[in-house]
């Protein structure tokens, strides 16, 4: 096999396993993708900044957890709305503490 043929061999690979991204106004995030955002901790998010009453709402989707249909759904984790966790964290620029100014 030439290194051209191992080239193309590799990228094929490469290329099955790489997801493009989803864009951002309809992506979810969950706790660790909100903390790569934010430049902070799962921890920090999870028990520092989601809980935040200006924080936007979480989503919960409903979940079986063995698999049965016949099961009573369960909440799994929450994930939130990536375009609003941005425009959540953009509503804090130039903030020197209290409340962030709202929009008009």
């Known amino acids: ?6 080239l193309d061999r590799l990228a094929d690979a490469v290329a099955k396993r790489v997801q493009p991204a989803l864009p951002v106004a309809i992506d979810l995030w ?16 999870r028990e520092r900044i989601v809980t ?7 989503i919960r989707l409903p979940s079986v957890q063995s698999g049965k249909t016949d099961e009573k759904p369960v ?30």
């Open 52 to 58: 935040l009453p200006d924080f936007p709402k979480a």
């Open 30 to 45: 969950d706790v660790e993708a909100i903390g790569a955002f934010l430049k902070r901790a799962p921890k920090v998010v």
């Open 75 to 104: 909440r799994s984790l929450p994930l939130w709305e990536a375009a609003e966790v941005i425009a959540w964290a953009r509503s804090y620029k130039g903030w020197t503490g209290g409340r962030p100014r709202k929009e008009i």
């Open 1 to 6: 096999m030439s290194e051209v043929e191992l």
